[in-house]
C-alpha cells in the first residue's frame, strides 16, 4: 500500500467551476502536508503548504489538513485554463520538509 | 532570482554507458535534494545533502548511483553503468534550511536504450 494515494484522474471541469483535489494517507507522521502544481515538461512548482491541521487560503486556493482523517484538500476557486496541469500533494514528518512523500499527481483540464 | 537549474534536460544513453546529471540550487540553499519519477509512479526520493554532506540517502536504490556535492555548491548524480530500470526523470530541489519547503528544477529526462 503506498503512503499517499491520489486520484490520477483527469478532472475536466469548465471555465469557472470550483475544483477539489483530494490526498489520503498512511502515515500519522505527517505534519508537513504541500500541494505543487506541475505543467508538462516542467518541475513541480510549490503552490501552498500548511503544518498540522487546519486551513489555509491564497487568493483562488485554499488548503486544508484533516490530520484525523488523514485527509488533505485543495479547493481551486473561479478556475481558469490556465489552471490546467496535474496537481501533487507532498507531505513530510516532523522534522521539517526533509524527505517528501508524494501521491501520483491529479492532472487537472479547465475548458474555456 | 535564479531557480533551480538542472543539467542536461533530457539524456539518451545505452544500456551499460555512464550518465552524470548536474544541479545547481538556489545561490544561498544548504539542503539538495535528489528525487526520481519513473513511468507511471509517485515521485520519490533519493537522498539530502546539508551543504556538502550527506544527510540522508535512503532513498538511492543501489551502488550504481553516485552522489556528489563538493564545495557544498553544485550536486552530481551520476548513473554507471546504467540499466533500462533507470529511466526516468530526475529532480533536483533545493531550500534554505529545514523549515522551509522545497524548490524545483525542471528535471532531466533519462532515457537508457
Known amino acids: 500500500q503506498k503512503e499517499v494515494e491520489q486520484d490520477p484522474g483527469p478532472l475536466s471541469v469548465p471555465e469557472g467551476a470550483i475544483v477539489s483535489l483530494n490526498c489520503t494517507y498512511s502515515n500519522s507522521a505527517f505534519q508537513y502536508f504541500m500541494w505543487y502544481r506541475q505543467y508538462s515538461r516542467k518541475g513541480p512548482e510549490l503552490l501552498m503548504y500548511?503544518?498540522?491541521?487546519g486551513n489555509k487560503e491564497d487568493g483562488r486556493f485554499t488548503a486544508q489538513v484533516d490530520k484525523s482523517s488523514k485527509y488533505i484538500s485543495l479547493f481551486i476557486r473561479d478556475s481558469q485554463p490556465s489552471d490546467s496541469a496535474t496537481y501533487l500533494c507532498?507531505?513530510?514528518?516532523?522534522?521539517?520538509?526533509?524527505?517528501?512523500?508524494f501521491g501520483t499527481g491529479t492532472r487537472l483540464l479547465v475548458s474555456p | 532570482e535564479a531557480g533551480v537549474t538542472q543539467f542536461p534536460s533530457h539524456s539518451v544513453i545505452e544500456k551499460g554507458q555512464t550518465v552524470t546529471l548536474r544541479c545547481d540550487p538556489i545561490s544561498g540553499h544548504d539542503n539538495l535534494y535528489w528525487y526520481r519519477r519513473v513511468m507511471g509512479k509517485e515521485i520519490k526520493f533519493l537522498l539530502h545533502f546539508v551543504k556538502e554532506s550527506k544527510q540522508d540517502e535512503s532513498g538511492m536504490p543501489n551502488n550504481r548511483f553516485l552522489a556528489e556535492r563538493t564545495g557544498g555548491t553544485y550536486s552530481t548524480l551520476k548513473v554507471q553503468p546504467a540499466e533500462l530500470e533507470d529511466s526516468g526523470v530526475y529532480f533536483c530541489?533545493?531550500?534554505?534550511?529545514?523549515?522551509?519547503?522545497?524548490?524545483f528544477g525542471d528535471g532531466t529526462r533519462l532515457s537508457i536504450l
Open positions: 507532498a507531505m513530510s514528518g516532523s522534522t521539517g520538509f526533509q524527505k517528501l512523500v
Open positions: 500548511t503544518y498540522s491541521s
Open positions: 530541489a533545493s531550500s534554505r534550511n529545514d523549515g522551509q519547503p522545497q524548490h
